[in-house]
């Protein structure tokens, strides 16, 4: 079974506009955490934003948020405002605290164009 | 130079030769990583250095070959590869490989391998 969900293969969004990328997961750990990841056609993985399975509050950073809800099981990417560079795969990952190698598990991804 | 640096950025090989990808980080940090990304598919881990030691293998067939000299440096060597391993292979660095849940991955840009 896939640990980590991305349903939106590519989206189109007009600039300046928020966009929401969503993001399920499934884990039966209590301690786990998950990542955002940007990937512009350049390749490079740039982190944008973490949220601990503890942590009582959603993350931000900046324009980009991250919508968390539990007990839904989904950690979906919020970003603000949206800039032509943000047109790049937004990628989802996940870190189980009780596993004993901690290896990053992987969404699919979703490609995100933004239009002037 | 700083954060992860890997060369080359493009490769194309034949199936009878033998190259090496290099990465590089300049971060402090004690853990490398490869990964593989083909097109449409989650990023696969392929090996895990922690302080010099391998700690993961993901059923990585042996035509691919790492190397972990220090902490700052990894290799992977390649040898005998087939057209289906054309992909495009991060490598990226953290702390350490076994920090609770939140361990982020600085990646370098990668190498875009393409076998004939």
């Known amino acids: 079974a896939q640990k980590i969900t991305q349903t939106q293969p590519g989206m189109f969004v007009q600039e300046k506009e928020a966009v929401t990328l969503d993001c399920t997961y499934d884990t039966s750990d209590p301690s786990y955490g998950l990542f955002w990841y940007k990937q512009p056609s350049s390749g490079e993985m740039i982190f944008l934003i973490y949220q601990g399975s503890y942590d009582q509050q959603n993350a931000t950073e900046g324009r980009y948020s991250l919508n968390f809800q539990k007990a839904r099981k989904s950690a979906n990417l919020v970003i603000s405002a949206s800039q032509l560079g943000d047109s790049a795969m937004y990628f989802c990952a996940m870190r189980e605290g009780m596993d004993s190698n901690y290896q990053l598990i992987w969404g699919a991804g979703t490609k995100l164009i933004i239009k002037p | 130079e700083t954060g992860v640096t890997q060369t080359p950025r493009h490769l194309v090989m034949g199936m009878t030769n033998k190259k090496s990808l290099k990465c590089e980080q300049h971060?402090?940090?004690?853990?490398m990583y490869w990964y593989k990304q083909s097109a449409k598919k989650p990023l696969e881990l392929m090996f895990v250095?922690?302080?010099?030691?391998?700690?993961e293998n993901n059923s990585v067939p042996s035509r691919f070959s790492p190397e972990c000299p220090n902490s700052s440096h990894l290799f992977l060597h390649l040898h005998t590869l087939q057209p289906e391993d054309s992909a495009l292979y991060l490598c990226a660095s953290s702390q350490d490989s076994l920090r609770g849940p939140y361990n982020e991955q600085f990646f370098g840009p990668g190498t875009r391998l393409t076998v004939l």
């Open positions: 971060l402090g940090h004690n853990a």
């Open positions: 250095y922690n302080f010099k030691e391998q700690t």
